[in-house]
């Protein structure tokens, strides 16, 4: 099972950004998306499709359906500046090949 | 707090076998799957394998043949061996939970900072 992700998108401060995760029917399954910033550990942002951990900021969200699934960094800061993977499970972990998101 | 602490020797030679243990703390093993992953340097995460907290595993299909996890509730860690290492083995290996509880898998909620493990003869 593939889970593909485009290699960068780039956003400017304060404006919204999207990063999407196609695979097959992936909407029939539950995705989750990571957070990775240099030099640190990922960090869960979404689970479940759309469910945010405590801690993280509202302006993360995420939805799943048919083929793809998308997360969206509303009021994107520099701060979010990262490589975002996506994960889903299928007989096994799989992870998306990430997206690097530039913050213009 | 739920803390993860990968532990192990950073240099592993060609052949070899790789051992890398993770420390739990804050949080008992309870019914969830504990997990390995790793990422090559500039590379994107590869999901190795898991163990259960009942001591059953799950892998990766392209790594199963070399891969071996296993769990010790009564020292608070689980491990993961890779044998046969080759140069391509050289990643830094995170240990995770998985927020899904009775058999259930969810997301990876919790992480270690990672061990640098370099393959070479």
């Known amino acids: 099972y593939e889970l593909t992700q485009p290699p960068s998108v780039s956003v400017s401060p304060g404006q919204t950004v999207s990063v999407t995760c196609s695979g097959d029917k992936v909407g029939e399954k539950a995705v989750s998306w990571y957070q990775q910033k240099p030099g640190q550990s990922p960090l869960l942002v979404i689970y479940r499709d759309y469910r945010r951990p405590s801690g993280i900021p509202e302006r993360f969200s995420g939805s799943n359906s048919g083929h793809t699934a998308t997360l969206t960094i509303r009021g994107t800061q520099s701060t979010d500046e990262a490589d975002y993977y996506c994960l889903v499970w299928h007989s096994a972990w799989v992870f998306g090949g990430g997206t690097r998101l530039t913050v213009l | ?121």
Request: glycine share 10%; proline share 2%.
């Open chain 2, 1 to 121: 707090q739920v803390e993860l602490q990968e532990s192990g020797p950073g240099l592993v030679k060609t052949s070899e076998t790789l051992s890398l243990t993770c420390n739990v703390s804050g949080v008992s093993f309870g019914k969830n799957f504990w997990n390995w992953i790793r990422q090559s340097p500039g590379k994107g995460l590869e999901w190795i394998g898991c163990v259960y907290s009942d001591g059953s595993t799950i892998y990766n299909p392209s790594l199963k043949s070399r891969v071996d996890i296993s769990l010790d509730a009564s020292k608070n860690h689980f491990s993961l061996k890779l044998n046969s290492v080759t140069a391509a083995d050289s990643a830094k290996y995170y240990c995770a939970r998985d927020s899904g509880e009775g058999g259930a898998v969810e997301a990876l909620d919790f992480w270690g900072r990672g061990s640098l493990v370099t393959v070479s003869s």
